[in-house]
């Protein structure tokens, strides 16, 4: 599904790992996920009340895996068991390509176990952590008409 990925690199794209990360996205990216929600809710049809609850914790878990925080050593190492943490979800937004193929969970770190995609640390440990998209640093990258626009423009990472 790499043709999705200039729209989701709008979200990858910012400088900064901090709440308002999970809130940038291309009003393009949310149109596509709501339809197949909708598509599976018809197929699936789970109890309004499920619906609710997945929807409401998913939203809850975008703010805090990108959120700007770290929790103490032993409370990491506790949480990553089961949830993705933003420490984990940090190393989603490398700019390290390896790094990017990793940690898609949005709540659960057991889909990324499961398919072999977890992972804990780094290639460079924490101190080399680059987030962004490569090609992204300038500070009109982060305007609004640039954003919108973004995803039909060549990838600056490939030049």
Known sequence: MAFLWPIHRVHHSDPDFDVSTGARFHPLEPVLVQAVDLGLILLLAPPPAAVLFAKLA?????????????????????????????DLHRIHHSQGIVEQNRNFGEIFTCWDRLFGTYKGQTAGGDKALVIGVSGYQDPRSLEMGEMLTQPFHKDRGSE
Not at 58 to 84: C, D, K, M, Q, Y
């Open 58 to 86: 998913g939203v809850a878990s975008n703010f805090f895996e990108h959120a700007n925080a770290s929790t103490p050593a032993w409370a990491e190492r506790i949480l990553r068991a089961g949830i993705v943490t933003p």
